[in-house]
């Protein structure tokens, strides 16, 4: 008969409580940790969105001091065959301008060789958005350009769109307060650069530049299954809004203002 040595020393290892445990631990230090992690990342994010619409709008006031200090025009391509203004658009003319004064050099325009079919200059994207612009550039319509979608609202040159939101007040807003900023005599609160807080229930997308922890949740065009919902329901946290006397604030959601965004009468509201 085979007997066991009460001597012999039983092999190393974990019971299944004492795993658990240790499972419990690591679980408990991811949920405190990446959290963390996440929030730091998004603070970083936020900082690189503030410093390009900075540099966004040292472009505008460079431009201005060449042009009877006006800052780049608010409409698109087709104007003036069509005469609106939509902010997140720019014309081919205000696109160029800005890719041949960028740092990116393999983001140049004009003489530098860049291909407009190639995506949107990173300086003019949120940081938060990745590439999500990068594949649709300049937009072209049946009858013709029309400009480039951009990753951020571009609130200046447009004085129309300045007088649509003053007769049109949206209830619980000031939005018919709001000012564009269009010549650099205008007052410096006036506006030039926002983050793209921007949703359609027509057409059915929302765009969420910044949630509290980590990306941002970015709905793409045609998402019909979030039915175009406003920015607050996808946990927008705010955004960074540029004004013409060439500072950059941070506004937290609740401090924003609902406005249209666009100068004809079709529904396109975005937080600023």
Same mark, same amino acid.
């Given at each position: ?7 012999? +020393?039983?092999?190393p %290892?974990? +019971? ?11 679980v408990?230090? =991811?949920?405190i940790?990446?959290?963390s ?5 998004? !603070? !970083?994010?936020r900082?690189?969105?503030?410093? /390009?619409?900075? /540099?966004?709008?040292v472009?505008?006031?460079? &431009? ?12 698109r ?14 014309? +081919? ?8 004064h ?10 530098h %060789?860049?291909?407009?079919?190639k995506?949107?200059v ?32 571009y =609130?200046? %040159? ?8 003053r ?5 619980g ?15 410096g ?8 807080n921007?949703?359609?229930?027509v057409?059915h997308?929302?765009?969420?530049a910044?949630t509290?922890?980590?990306?941002? /949740? ?8 979030f039915q ?5 329901? =996808? ?7 540029g +004004? =013409?006397?060439?500072?950059v ?8 203002? /609902?406005?249209?965004?666009?100068s004809?009468?079709?529904? &396109?509201?975005a937080?600023?």
């Amino acid at each position: 008969m085979n007997r066991s040595d009460p001597n012999r +020393t039983r092999r190393p %290892g974990f +019971t299944i409580v004492e795993l658990l445990v240790v499972m419990s631990i690591i679980v408990l230090l =991811l949920a405190i940790l990446l959290p963390s992690a996440a929030r730091a990342k998004e !603070a !970083a994010r936020r900082a690189i969105c503030a410093s /390009q619409q900075h /540099q966004l709008g040292v472009f505008c006031l460079e &431009y201005a001091t060449d042009n009877l200090r006006m800052v780049f025009p608010g409409q698109r391509d087709w104007y003036p065959k069509i005469n609106d203004e939509h902010t997140p658009w720019i014309n +081919t003319r205000m696109y160029a301008y800005i890719a041949d004064h960028s740092e990116i050099e393999d983001a140049k325009a004009g003489t530098h %060789g860049f291909e407009y079919d190639k995506g949107v200059v990173p300086v003019l994207n949120c940081p938060n958005y990745d590439n999500r612009f990068s594949g649709r550039g300049r937009v072209t319509a049946s009858n013709g350009p029309v400009g480039w979608v951009i990753g951020f609202n571009y =609130l200046g %040159g447009k004085p129309q769109l300045e007088a649509y939101n003053r007769a049109n007040p949206i209830a619980g807003s000031n939005n018919k307060t709001w000012r564009s900023g269009v010549r650099m005599s205008d007052p410096g609160t006036a506006g030039l650069w926002a983050d793209f807080n921007n949703w359609s229930p027509v057409d059915h997308w929302t765009f969420v530049a910044h949630t509290n922890v980590g990306a941002a /949740q970015t709905m793409n065009f045609n998402n019909t299954p979030f039915q175009g919902v406003a920015v607050q329901e =996808l946990d927008s946290a705010g955004g960074n809004v540029g +004004t =013409l006397d060439g500072s950059v604030v941070w506004k937290d959601i609740n401090e924003m203002n /609902q406005h249209h965004s666009y100068s004809k009468n079709k529904y &396109y509201p975005a937080m600023w």
